[in-house]
């Protein structure tokens, strides 16, 4: 019963809103997914992997990012110092692995 009210009252939510829903669709009995719906699941899987492959490297290679900071500003601090070091390790990996396209000079 929690989970079908939480449903509702998500779906009553999101059509409240002017925004659009990233969930995706879901196939039932006898009720495939059309073609076009199999499409909007992939282009929202795309979206999602690649966010959460960010998410996986900050919290396996770099020990999570739990933070205990006492205040906004020290937050926001760490949280773009984590960022800029996903970003220097993400270059350095591209650097490494030659994934930059060639410019014609």
């Known amino acids: 019963m929690k989970q079908l009210f ?5 779906a009553f939510t999101l059509s409240a809103a002017p925004i659009t829903t990233d969930i995706h669709e879901r196939a039932y009995r006898n009720r495939p997914l ?3 719906q199999k499409e ?11 966010i959460e492959h960010v998410f ?4 396996q290679s770099m020990k999570g990012f739990y933070l ?5 500003r020290r937050n926001a601090a760490a949280i773009g110092l984590i960022n800029l070091i996903y970003n220097l ?3 350095e990996q ?3 692995l030659k ?7």
């Open 68 to 72: 205990r900071y006492i205040g906004r």
């Open 34 to 36: 059309s073609d076009a």
């Open 6 to 10: 939480a449903i509702l009252l998500g």
């Open 99 to 105: 994934l930059l396209p060639r410019i014609a000079a």
């Open 94 to 96: 591209i650097v490494r």
């Open 89 to 91: 390790a993400r270059y």
């Open 40 to 50: 909007s699941n992939r282009k929202k899987s795309k979206i999602r992997a690649r």
């Open 56 to 59: 996986g490297f900050m919290s």
